[in-house]
């Protein structure tokens, strides 16, 4: 009995230090950030599938986001499901058509390659090659090759991105997998020595030290409110000082000094599909207050580029729901982050 007490009183004592050092550390996090970076860039994501979803003209969403909003950084994707439909039969049309009208605007460009890229279902897998595991990994290493050997030498692309967040168990994928990572990565440094490759991960859930490791610039998401089924909307319970830590951890245990914000939360977290909410359940996580405080929040983190995430949205409503305040705020917030 002695001896039980003795390892109750242990496991206590761990148990009481563990909550403590939690406290400690949630009480840190929520420290006021000593520095502002409105010095930072602001970018965007731009994706011609989702806009589509949202019976939008993607092309008229691009071209009003270059014009109107005057982005200048804009991350696309290169959805392999739709440049290779047919083994070996490449179309990158739309690719090309963003990337001209980028470079005539001299903006510059993020190129996001891989089987996972952003927007759900977060793979984009073609459907001939999803039934033979090994063949889709050559296919994967053919897909990253043709495309980087396309535009390697077109300078509107100032960045590479290989895989969207391959660490993060999420959406219709195969599950995560270093070694295949590692192989595109050394298919894409052996295609091109000349710019950084990005390499990304979860802001909220994950340490970023196996993305950091392999990055030339490691890119963390950022999203302040979400849903949790029953529980409703939640927000974050962290400060800015959260994502100064990890990037303190990565420093330490990756080597990595070069951080940006690749995905800054700037439209609704929901239950299901977006727009098949109510207007009024979109605007309870994000609107035009919540899209200035989200900015000023990743400025307060002190990385020196913010990538938004939320611009066919903003464009959705502007021209379907008459509804422009996000569009307007959006384009006061760009102004003076360029």
């Given at each position: 009995m002695?001896?039980?007490?003795?390892?109750?009183?242990v496991?206590?004592i761990?148990?009481?230090s563990?909550f403590?050092?939690?406290?400690?550390?949630?009480?840190y996090?929520?420290l006021?950030?000593?520095n502002?970076?409105?010095?930072a860039?602001?970018g965007m994501?731009?994706?011609?599938?989702?806009?589509?979803?949202?019976?939008?003209?993607?092309?008229?969403?691009?071209?009003a986001m270059?014009?109107d909003?005057?982005?200048?950084?804009?991350?696309?994707?290169?959805?392999?499901?739709m440049?290779?439909?047919?083994k070996g039969?490449?179309?990158?049309?739309?690719?090309?058509w963003q990337?001209?009208?980028a470079?005539?605007?001299n903006?510059e460009?993020?190129l996001?390659?891989?089987?996972?890229?952003?927007r759900?279902?977060?793979?984009?897998?073609p459907q001939?090659?999803?039934?033979d595991e090994?063949n889709r990994?050559?296919?994967l290493l053919e897909y990253?090759?043709?495309?980087?050997?396309r535009y390697k030498?077109d300078p509107?692309?100032?960045?590479?991105?290989?895989?969207?967040e391959p660490?993060?168990p999420?959406?219709?994928?195969?599950?995560?997998?270093?070694?295949?990572?590692?192989?595109?990565?050394?298919v894409?440094?052996?295609i091109d020595?000349?710019?950084?490759i990005?390499?990304?991960d979860?802001g909220?859930?994950s340490?970023?030290?196996?993305a950091?490791k392999r990055?030339d610039?490691f890119g963390?998401?950022m999203?302040?409110?979400?849903y949790k089924?029953?529980?409703?909307?939640?927000?974050?319970?962290?400060g800015p000082?959260?994502?100064?830590?990890k990037?303190?951890?990565i420093?330490?245990?990756?080597?990595?000094?070069n951080?940006?914000?690749i995905e800054?939360?700037?439209?609704?977290?929901?239950?299901g599909s977006?727009?098949?909410n109510?207007?009024?359940e979109?605007f309870?996580?994000?609107?035009?207050?919540?899209?200035?405080s989200?900015?000023?929040?990743a400025e307060?983190?002190n990385f020196?580029?913010?990538y938004?995430?939320?611009v066919?949205?903003?464009?959705?409503l502007?021209?379907?729901?008459?509804h422009?305040?996000?569009?307007?705020?959006?384009?006061?917030l760009?102004?003076?982050?360029q």
């Amino acid at each position: 009995m002695e001896i039980i007490k003795k390892i109750l009183k242990v496991i206590g004592i761990i148990l009481l230090s563990l909550f403590g050092f939690i406290l400690i550390m949630f009480g840190y996090f929520n420290l006021p950030a000593e520095n502002n970076n409105d010095g930072a860039k602001l970018g965007m994501t731009f994706s011609s599938t989702y806009s589509s979803s949202m019976g939008l003209d993607w092309k008229a969403n691009y071209i009003a986001m270059l014009d109107d909003l005057h982005i200048k950084k804009i991350r696309i994707p290169v959805y392999w499901d739709m440049v290779e439909i047919k083994k070996g039969d490449y179309d990158f049309s739309d690719v090309d058509w963003q990337l001209n009208e980028a470079r005539k605007r001299n903006a510059e460009i993020i190129l996001a390659i891989g089987q996972k890229t952003p927007r759900w279902p977060e793979c984009n897998v073609p459907q001939w090659v999803k039934e033979d595991e090994q063949n889709r990994k050559e296919s994967l290493l053919e897909y990253v090759a043709v495309s980087m050997n396309r535009y390697k030498n077109d300078p509107v692309v100032k960045y590479w991105q290989i895989e969207n967040e391959p660490f993060l168990p999420f959406g219709i994928c195969p599950k995560p997998d270093a070694s295949l990572l590692d192989s595109e990565l050394a298919v894409a440094r052996s295609i091109d020595n000349t710019r950084q490759i990005i390499v990304t991960d979860s802001g909220e859930l994950s340490l970023w030290v196996q993305a950091a490791k392999r990055a030339d610039i490691f890119g963390t998401t950022m999203y302040r409110t979400i849903y949790k089924k029953g529980l409703g909307y939640v927000e974050y319970p962290i400060g800015p000082r959260f994502f100064q830590f990890k990037h303190a951890i990565i420093k330490l245990f990756a080597h990595q000094n070069n951080a940006i914000v690749i995905e800054l939360q700037a439209e609704p977290w929901i239950m299901g599909s977006t727009i098949d909410n109510t207007l009024e359940e979109q605007f309870k996580s994000m609107n035009p207050e919540q899209l200035v405080s989200n900015v000023e929040y990743a400025e307060k983190v002190n990385f020196p580029q913010i990538y938004l995430w939320g611009v066919e949205w903003w464009y959705w409503l502007k021209e379907k729901q008459n509804h422009p305040e996000l569009w307007n705020t959006a384009r006061d917030l760009y102004l003076n982050r360029q």
